[in-house]
């Protein structure tokens, strides 16, 4: 008997420690594969599994490389880890997502490539010097790729782009070329290229396509840009044209800029704010001239308005014969090389007492489409308005993208997809606004793009009970595509209602088990798969949070009940020995 008891004991203690520590987890970690002087990164290729991380050390690699998995690759440095390929390309990859940094990758055969992407999306290529290719890097039916701050010199093209679309090519030293340093025909367009350093290329850049040469008002250094920099920031004044195409430009290049005239600085003293004045009412005008260069003049004046055109050439005047409306008068001075400055401006408000103001109207010339527009097109609003004065300000909203725009003209190359109702109403001068007025545009989703659906997942399975909130969990929902976010979560609850965000709560009145259903929607208006979980909705008070206590680890209570049974049963045991 008392052998049995104490076998009682053991078990009931160790069940009681073994609840309580079964539900730690353990993880593990990728992997991490190192590669010496004198051992083949290829073999370590062919050895890693999926996302596995090669890191290389120091020393020269004579090898050619073919990457044809998920794997980052990364060099101690790139003037310390060389790859000298030859008789091939030096690196080839052809697998997704890709990041290759820190080498010198070269090649001995001028015919060969020292980098080619085949077919591929979503790779870094960054910190690299690459050189002595007959491309640098050339990327064939590949899109959204980035190449980064890599040194890309002494090939016969640096950069190449074939069938390849929405690349970012930024933040590289591109130079000593001895064909172009990037090259892009009419089959690849999207392109983003900006940051770069061309320098002492024998043809800097040609673009055949339709793509971007600066991005958020940051352009190139171009060695052989020819022009000025009046205000001194660091932009030249005119864009840097691009052979091949007429219209492709950076606008905001950067170069060793001329150095010249100065423009002359004007400044307006009278008015000296916004004024409001009666029509017919006399207005005094006045302003001066100063410039930068020592011994410049001052030699020409000129005043404007936006309502009523030119109205003086002198320094200082006044007028009684400004019309009503809201003008923008405009003063500019001349200097003695016959430069003008820029335009200094103050606003004078001319009211017509006797005349009531007119609420505007508003009208929509663009878009004007019949036919669909793919997604990332452009679309070009135009609006125009009646008035009996002026209009200061406009409004553009979309019924499924919210406001879009605040100007009289623009394009938008992000409208979602679906049919959009466009409202554009105008504010003028006394601070009325127009009516709305409406178009309709339709974007449908480009049928030969890339973008991936995005992955919705529910949580759960859930435990829940009646008439008490549920919190539902979708924030592990996912785009695979690096540069997608999820825009929008839809669920149905199972129960006839339906919900939207990323962890919304509802309130079951019912028992029963119920399936609960997720699509969400990336910002290119793709759209999962449905994915389903389930709720089990009970009468239970002991759920917590919508889970039930079942699951969860047992606290000091449980432990105390368990030796609470152990202390009373040796009690009784005892008790009973002793009769």
């Known amino acids: 008997m008392r052998h049995s008891f104490t076998i009682l004991v053991g078990c009931a203690i160790f069940a009681s420690v073994f609840y309580v520590i079964l539900p730690i987890e353990i993880s593990n970690a990728a992997g991490i594969i190192h590669v010496y002087s004198g051992e083949s990164i290829q073999d370590a290729i062919d050895a890693a599994n999926f996302s596995t991380t090669i890191y290389v050390h120091s020393g020269t690699y004579n090898e050619n490389l073919v990457i044809d998995k998920f794997l980052t690759i990364i060099g101690d440095s790139m003037s310390s880890v060389i790859i000298n390929g030859n008789g091939d390309h030096t690196v080839k990859i052809y697998n997704d997502s890709i990041q290759l940094s820190g080498f010198t990758i070269r090649n001995t055969n001028q015919q060969k490539f ?12 960054e910190n690299n010097k690459i050189k002595n290719g007959a491309y640098g890097i050339y990327l064939q039916y590949s899109d959204n790729n980035t190449i980064r701050n890599n040194i890309i010199e002494l090939n016969n093209i640096g950069i190449y782009l074939s069938h390849s679309d929405s690349n970012i090519i930024r933040s590289n030293t591109i130079r000593e070329n001895n064909a172009n340093g990037i090259f892009i025909p009419s089959t690849s367009s999207g392109n983003t290229v900006y940051l770069n350093d061309f320098d002492d290329n024998q043809y800097n850049a040609r673009d055949e396509g339709t793509n971007s040469w600066n991005y958020n008002s940051q352009g190139n250094y171009w060695d052989d840009y020819n022009d000025y920099d009046s205000n001194s920031d660091g932009i030249g004044d005119n864009p840097y044209t691009i052979d091949g195409i007429p219209g492709n430009k950076d606008y905001y290049p950067k170069g060793d800029f001329i150095s010249g ?46 309502i009523d055109g030119q109205l003086s050439t002198k320094q200082s005047f006044s007028t009684s014969s400004l019309s009503a409306g809201t003008h923008t008068i405009s003063f500019t001075v001349m200097d003695n090389h016959y430069e003008w400055s820029s335009a200094k401006t103050v606003v004078v408000k001319v009211q017509d007492v006797g005349q009531e103001n007119q609420i505007p109207i508003a009208y929509i010339l663009k878009p004007n489409l019949v036919n669909p527009v793919i997604q990332g097109n452009t679309v070009e609003f135009l609006g125009r308005w009646a008035d009996d004065g002026s209009v200061v300000e406009y409004s553009w909203r979309s019924n499924h993208d919210g406001k879009i725009g ?37 974007i449908i989703a480009d049928p030969f793009s890339t973008n991936n659906p995005p992955v919705a997942l529910t949580g759960g399975p859930y435990e829940a009970y009646i008439n008490i909130p549920l919190t539902f969990d979708g924030s592990n929902s996912y785009d695979p595509d690096n540069d997608d976010s999820i825009s929008s979560y839809d669920w149905d609850f199972g129960d006839g209602s339906t919900g939207n965000g990323k962890s919304p709560k509802h309130t079951y009145n019912s028992q029963g088990n119920y399936t609960v259903e997720l699509i969400v929607t990336d910002n290119k208006g793709a759209k999962s ?27 000091f209570e449980f432990i105390f009940l368990v030796i609470s049974i152990i202390f009373i049963s040796i009690i009784k045991y005892k008790k009973k020995k002793i009769r």
């Open 114 to 125: 020292c980098i080619f992407l085949s077919s591929i999306t979503s790779c870094i290529i």
């Open 261 to 306: 005239n100065n423009k002359p600085i004007a400044t307006i003293n009278n008015p000296g704010g916004l004024i409001t004045k009666d029509l017919g009412d006399s207005v005094y005008f006045s302003g001066v001239g100063d410039d930068p260069d020592p011994g410049d003049t001052i030699e020409g004046y000129r005043w404007s308005s936006d």
């Open 406 to 442: 605040s100007s009289e003209s623009f394009i938008k190359i992000d409208l979602s997809v679906g049919t959009h109702t466009i409202y554009l109403k105008v504010k003028d001068d006394y601070g009325q606004w127009s009516s709305e007025v409406s178009t309709t545009v339709t």
């Open 529 to 555: 798969s449905k994915t389903i979980t389930y709720v089990n909705v009970s009468t239970s008070s002991n759920i917590k949070n919508g889970n039930s206590k079942d699951n969860e680890t047992p606290g």
